[in-house]
């Protein structure tokens, strides 16, 4: 009798219009697939992929705009040491889940950042050396700013006041001045930086250094290098790159050896290593730190990270080759 209560209770919850509006409120995870060319949207509250949206070219970075009614994805077609016509930002509508424009980024975009108010993006243009400036309400590319050779990774600050570009043959990180749309300044990282982050307040950024197998730490404000930690004793080949809402956890995605690592942004030491899928690149957390998700590249699939036990809870197979991940609303 005890039994059939329960069932009975569990029915009712699972079919209440509480419970299928919870469901329908949860944020949607966003997974640009490089191999299959489109995008998977997944439901965060069932983990299962509710809508693929293709986009024809091969997606890579991909964002979500600050009032969450956008996402926008960096595409790239099959020559990237040309400018070709099917380079671009591609805008995905998130309630009709339909490519909705496509605006210039320069040649083969790869990685991007978009300013807090929502009015530019900044992507990195690997072969052309440079970095575009876009305005999103008008389409138009506002400015081409020479930084290091093969630039990669793009962060904004969260005050939208600077713009910090990886660069992996230079090892470098420019920092250009979003008030000026000029580079004021160039950093030294470790050996091929790949992606950046900002902290939450603005004090720190973290670069992720693929062959030197470190993450560096950089005085946000005085744009000054303070530290490097090393990851997986230099053998992780860390890629991606994320820090928790309240800025105490900064999360690196390990491709070689498929784990995430966990450090603890006061005392920079490494506190806690998770085994995910087969070479884990773009790496995102929830609004509420509750949940990290890794696009993993080689397993097809994304890990879910429970952020308080450093545990996985579950795997959701998406495209081919996944790449990128963003976090809705």
């Known amino acids: 009798m005890r039994i059939s209560?329960?069932?009975?209770?569990?029915?009712?919850?699972?079919?209440?219009?509480?419970?299928?509006?919870?469901?329908?409120?949860?944020?949607?995870?966003?997974?640009?697939?490089?191999g299959s060319r489109d995008i998977s949207v997944v439901n965060t509250a069932t983990n299962r992929v509710v809508a693929t949206i293709p986009v024809g070219?091969?997606?890579?970075?991909?964002?979500?705009?600050?009032?969450?009614?956008?996402?926008?994805?960096?595409?790239?077609?099959?020559?990237?040491?040309?400018?070709?016509?099917?380079?671009?930002?591609?805008?995905?509508?998130?309630?009709?889940?339909?490519?909705?424009?496509?605006?210039?980024?320069?040649?083969?975009?790869?990685?991007?950042?978009?300013?807090?108010?929502?009015?530019?993006l900044y992507a990195s243009n690997e072969d052309a050396g440079t970095a575009s400036a876009t305005d999103l309400r008008t389409g138009h590319v506002l400015a081409t700013l020479v930084v290091g050779i093969e630039p990669e990774g793009v962060a904004v600050s969260p005050d939208g006041r600077w713009v910090y570009v990886t660069a992996e043959t230079s090892n470098t990180v420019s920092v250009i001045d979003t008030r000026a749309n000029r580079v004021v300044g160039n950093l030294l990282a470790d050996a091929r930086p790949r992606a950046a982050a900002f902290s939450p307040d603005g004090a720190r950024a973290y670069v992720t250094n693929e062959i030197s197998g470190t993450l560096t730490v950089i005085d946000a404000r005085r744009h000054q290098v303070v530290a490097s930690v090393e990851m997986e004793r230099g053998e992780g080949k860390p890629v991606g790159v994320a820090v928790s809402p309240d800025g105490r956890r900064v999360y690196v995605a390990n491709g070689a050896t498929g784990t995430v690592v966990v450090v603890d942004a006061r005392t920079l030491r490494v506190v806690g290593r998770v085994r995910v899928g087969r070479r884990p690149w773009g790496i995102a957390v929830s609004r509420d730190g509750r949940r990290v998700y890794t696009a993993n590249g080689i397993s097809n699939d994304v890990s879910v990270i429970d952020a308080a036990t450093s545990r996985v809870v579950a795997t959701v197979r998406v495209g081919q080759r996944p790449w990128g991940v963003a976090v809705g609303f």
């Open 57 to 120: 070219v091969r997606p890579r970075g991909i964002q979500v705009s600050p009032d969450g009614r956008r996402v926008y994805v960096a595409l790239s077609d099959e020559h990237p040491n040309r400018a070709g016509g099917r380079d671009a930002i591609a805008v995905i509508d998130v309630a009709t889940r339909r490519v909705v424009a496509r605006y210039q980024g320069g040649t083969d975009p790869e990685q991007f950042g978009v300013t807090p108010d929502g009015q530019r």
């Open 5 to 34: 209560r329960l069932v009975l209770v569990s029915v009712l919850i699972a079919f209440s219009p509480l419970f299928a509006s919870a469901q329908g409120r949860a944020p949607l995870l966003f997974v640009s697939n490089e």
